[in-house]
């Protein structure tokens, strides 16, 4: 798997071309299970195809219980200069419910250890859990707080199917999550993270100053991106594509040096589409300048007009040209972008 995702770093190359890759991403699945020294065989082939940056930001996720003191060690002597950190929550109860491999002390220590070796890490924490009080949630964003973290993304709990989570909820044994639950954990969370120095730069994600998530900013600001590996998504502005989730196809195709992938072409509705999710989102909002320039006038005036009743009810401002949420309006983003949404528009 290794070898291919090397071959499809370089056939891939002429696509990135005229670009300077900015962020190295070590995403999805369990990456952290690499050894250091494929690690470094993967980042050796982006550098040896592609135009990188001076200073890249090359982060790895990973869960608690995938660094050991050791294991942390071998990654601050590697590229990785960025952690991302499953934590979810500081609390046994909610670590086995929701069914993850790693304990609270585990959750601790390693936040402890990595700390030591690593100055810009992100953790992620889940708000919205059935029984969580708001004092509780306290409690997780405090304990976060302590370990001088200067990055948080946090998530309301969503039930998949087919999980175990899903079926404790159908028999009764656990509630089912409550939205007005999670928008006041939410509200905790903007309060107290942006009390302590936090910017809420996306909905979903807080971080200090200098330390925003550049390759996560990059999706919301519409940068081109390519996806190594099964299942991996890219982006060049104009289409979208995906390659095939199966790992023995994958390698197969690679194989006889092709790439088994779909490609979506976006038309003009979904780009002003992805534009308005993307935008609203963050700090950056809506340039209603960009969307008359892109897009045209008849989009403008659309939006324009679906976004006045959202305006009355203070949820979404114009400040200098821009469209953004309020604070009131932060939690509903989301409801409030695909109300704003053109389908089969040309």
Not at 270 to 286: A, F, P, Q, S
Request: glycine share 6%; charged share 25%; hydrophobic share 35%.
């Amino acid at each position: 798997m290794v070898l291919a995702l090397a071959k499809e770093i370089r056939m891939r190359k002429s696509e990135f071309s005229n670009e300077v890759v900015e962020t190295i991403y070590f995403g999805g699945g369990t990456p952290s299970a690499l050894t250091t020294t494929e690690i470094q065989f993967l980042i050796d082939a982006v550098y040896e195809n592609y135009t990188v940056s001076e200073n890249p930001e090359i982060t790895l996720e990973a869960n608690p219980d995938d660094l050991s003191k050791e294991r942390i060690i071998e990654l601050s002597k590697s590229p990785i200069n960025r952690l991302s950190i499953g934590i979810q929550s500081f609390f046994e109860e909610d670590l086995t419910m929701m069914n993850r491999a790693h304990n609270s002390a585990e959750a601790k220590e390693c936040l402890e250890e990595a700390t030591k070796y690593f100055d810009n890490i992100s953790l992620d924490l889940i708000y919205g859990i059935p029984g969580m009080s708001n004092e509780k949630w306290k409690q997780n964003i405090e304990t976060a707080l302590c370990f001088g973290i200067p990055h948080i993304s946090s998530y309301a709990l969503t039930v998949e199917p087919k999980t175990a989570l899903n079926k404790l909820i159908q028999t009764g044994k656990i509630a089912k999550p409550k939205d007005e639950v999670a928008e006041e954990h939410f509200q905790i969370l903007v309060e107290m993270l942006e009390a302590n120095g936090f910017i809420h730069y996306e909905l979903s994600n807080f971080g200090k100053e200098n330390y925003f998530s550049k390759n996560n900013s990059a999706y919301w600001l519409g940068k081109k991106y390519i996806g190594i590996g099964p299942s991996a998504h890219s982006y060049d502005g104009i289409s979208r594509s995906w390659n095939v989730s199966n790992n023995f196809i994958y390698l197969k195709s690679l194989e006889k040096n092709k790439l088994s992938c779909e490609t979506e072409i976006l038309s003009k509705s979904d780009r002003y589409n992805e534009y308005i999710m993307t935008g609203l989102r963050t700090i950056w909002g809506v340039s209603l300048e960009r969307i008359e320039k892109e897009f045209g006038t008849t989009y403008l005036e659309y939006l324009t007009n679906q976004a006045q009743k959202f305006l009355d009810d203070n949820l979404i401002s114009i400040e200098g040209n821009v469209l953004k949420a309020t604070k009131k309006g932060k939690f509903l983003t989301d409801g409030i972008a695909s109300d704003l949404f053109l389908v089969n528009f040309k």
